[in-house]
């Protein structure tokens, strides 16, 4: 039993195979499907990693989700359940869009207020989460899934205001480009700046064509440092305690209550920084009204899922989602497989990988139940 | 080709364009693929992807894309570039932009619906105010205007926004208000909103008009007519052209009946022969220049005028 449970508590190990018999299920759905999967995974990877510019796009791709992936870990480490990310990360859009439209300071001013904003909206968004819980001790899956529809229509609403309409578009005037936080952007479209980068084509292709920006170094600081703070001080050991048992917190003078509201206050900061990021790094620079949520947010819960809701981890998890979603569209292309088949593909790998972590807590279980035979 | 955030299977113009390349595949032999954008920041990585596929004609589905397009192909000048229901003030000389003359079919369904309501109250629901809704919106305005006009009748159109393409309870509360006060027809131009449009004529047992492709088969009792746009006939037609030569880029097109890339469906159990002979009639008119269809409101205006 022991070497079982030993064997269980490998994480690392777990994923990995977790990964390793999503792509064989992925393997069958498209034989099944009347797709060769060798080909299939060929163009998975080529659309990933294929070229420079691939790469970037994945990086650019896994800046959010890295952000929202690590909101929800430090949520779920204090023992909340932050669904609410996707609304958060809306409501960081809002904020940053409406700031980003009317305010026009020079970039080293415009930029930190734009992120400011953004990030204040999805902490606001998440405390009122925290603070109805901590007060009311209403549940924050029932009340963050309310405000991810509030935020939505809040969003279609701004959008709609006269003001920030762009005529003739769904969408609002884009921020202005003082708020722009890509790497060089006016000076790699300039005619100095495209001649010199023709020299080398692989940092011709990364700048000019796509929107590389500062937003990933962002998104790993904040993940390396919401690690610090829960593994090194106090206020992390606090919150990892009331994540454990909320009760022996509470007995041992924790206070608990004012724990939950400061824990959704950074995790939805984190979401409305993810959000606010977006606005100012990428095209089209607005938001536009939306249909149904860009999952910008409920991917960041996969990703917690799939890094065993460590911050550390949600950087590969990060980085690996987003590379399976933009590569997967080459599947598409390449292949012509529907893009249906490509989320089985992805939906099958992060469910196995969520899978992954039931294993410990298995581990977990097996261990228990033998501690309590024996003190029986 | 790439797609907006609609998707390939929307019911509506994505899927059309994708079923005209289908087309162009199966009679041509071309190749071709698909890219679905699920956001807004996918277009520009998208038609990106779409280029380095070595594709020598990129499509663009939706005005929403327009920036993209136009930006990937001024970064791409080797790449043909076309979009579909945007026009560029500024010409590329490897852009294409497509637009149809929707007031054209809006103005046969109009007609068609002043002809056919009992209650002489009939409503248009339109997504979001802009040049592609009002021509939808006036057109259908001017047909239901020479219906009167001709058969002597006062036929009166109730119209409303839902300020939105996507959200069918707004069209559906909207249509469901429209049918209370004696609407018995509601003609909607609001994609995804329209298909609650639909739905409320379903419930109240009225009738509904849809728009861009045949919507019978929505609700095959109650959608009478639809005013359609060909988008893959409009993808087929020009692609050949460009492809062909014969067609540089740098132009607008603008296609309408004359093209035969607007029109109704001929299947028309729900409405009088005699009706839908005469909206043909009326369609011929309109080929041949004697009936201009307005496309906004100074042109409406002015349309009303001249009857």
């Known amino acids: ?376 | 080709m790439v797609t907006d955030t609609g998707g390939v299977s929307d019911q509506s113009f994505n899927q059309s364009s994708w079923e005209g390349l289908q087309q162009l595949e199966s009679d041509k032999g071309w190749e071709v693929s698909y890219i679905e954008s699920k956001q807004e920041s996918d277009y520009a990585t998208n038609l990106d992807k779409a280029v380095d596929d070595e594709a020598n004609l990129v499509w663009g589905i939706g005005f929403n894309m327009a920036d993209a397009v136009a930006h990937s192909a001024q970064t791409n000048p080797d790449v043909q570039f076309a979009i579909i229901d945007n026009a560029y003030d500024e010409s590329q000389s490897n852009l294409t932009g497509v637009t149809f003359r929707a007031q054209e079919p809006s103005f046969l369904v109009g007609y068609i619906a002043a002809r056919t309501t009992k209650t002489n109250k009939i409503g248009f629901v339109g997504g979001i105010t802009g040049v592609v809704i009002d021509q939808f919106d006036y057109g259908y305005r001017a047909g239901v205007d020479y219906a009167n006009k001709e058969a002597g009748t006062s036929v009166e159109v109730q119209g409303q926004y839902a300020d939105s393409f996507s959200d069918a309870a707004k069209g559906k509360a909207i249509a469901s208000k429209m049918f209370s006060d004696g609407c018995d027809i509601v003609f909607h131009a609001a994609g995804g909103a329209g298909a609650g449009v639909i739905e409320a004529a379903k419930e109240a047992n009225q009738y509904a008009i849809g728009v861009d492709r045949d919507q019978n088969y929505l609700a095959p009792d109650n959608v009478i007519t639809s005013a359609l746009k060909r988008v893959d006939k409009a993808i087929i037609e020009v692609s050949t052209q460009i492809e062909a030569g014969t067609l540089k880029g740098g132009s607008n097109i603008e296609l309408g009946f004359k093209e035969d890339c607007v029109g109704i469906p001929e299947k028309h159990d729900l409405i009088a022969d005699d009706v839908y002979q005469a909206a043909l009639a009326l369609s011929e008119k309109i080929k041949d220049g004697s009936i201009v269809p307005p496309m906004n409101k100074d042109s409406y205006d002015k349309y009303v005028a001249s009857l």
């Open chain 1, 1 to 376: 039993m022991k070497t079982i449970v030993k064997l269980l508590r490998k994480p690392i190990a777990a994923s990995i195979l977790a990964i390793a018999v999503g792509f064989l299920i992925a393997a069958i759905v498209l034989a099944i499907a009347g797709y060769a999967p060798g080909p299939s995974f060929a163009a998975l990877f080529n659309g990933m990693i294929g070229k420079p510019k691939y790469i970037s796009n994945v990086v650019i791709k896994a800046t959010p989700l890295i952000l929202t992936g690590t909101a929800v870990a430090f949520a779920f480490k204090t023992g909340l359940f932050n669904i609410g990310a996707e609304g958060q990360y809306v409501t960081g859009t809002i904020c940053a869009a409406i700031v980003g439209i009317s305010c026009d300071f020079p970039p080293v001013l415009q930029v930190p207020l734009v992120i400011l904003a953004g990030t204040l909206g999805g902490a606001a968004c998440g405390a009122l989460v925290g603070w109805l819980k901590a007060k009311f001790g209403i549940n924050e899956v029932i009340t963050s899934i309310m405000l991810n529809w509030i935020s939505l229509y809040a969003c279609n609403f701004v959008v709609n205001v006269p003001a920030f309409h762009q005529p003739e578009s769904t969408s609002t005037y884009a921020v202005n480009p003082s708020s722009y936080t890509m790497i060089l952007p006016k000076w790699k479209l300039s005619e100095e700046g495209l001649a010199t980068l023709k020299g080398t084509p692989w940092l011709y292709e990364v700048l000019v064509k796509t929107d590389v920006n500062v937003g990933i170094l962002i998104a790993v600081a904040c993940a390396i440092l919401i690690a610090v703070l829960l593994k090194r001080t106090k206020m992390g050991y606090e919150m990892r305690a009331v994540g454990l048992n909320r009760e022996a917190a509470q007995f041992a003078g924790i206070n608990v209550n004012r724990n939950i509201v400061t824990c959704m206050l950074i995790s939805g900061a984190l979401c409305g920084l993810a959000g606010a990021l977006a606005v100012t790094g990428l095209e089209p620079h607005n938001i536009s009204t939306l249909a149904a949520f860009e999952n910008n947010g409920f991917n960041g819960l996969s990703v917690a899922f799939i890094a065993g809701s460590s911050p550390i981890g949600c950087i590969f998890a990060g980085f690996l989602f987003s590379g399976l979603i933009y590569g997967g569209q080459s599947v598409q292309q390449v292949m012509g497989a529907p893009s249906d088949i490509i989320n089985i593909m992805i939906g099958t790998i992060v469910f196995l990988m969520a899978l992954s972590q039931v294993v410990p807590m298995v581990a977990d279980w097996l261990e228990r139940r033998e501690k309590g035979v024996a003190n029986a």
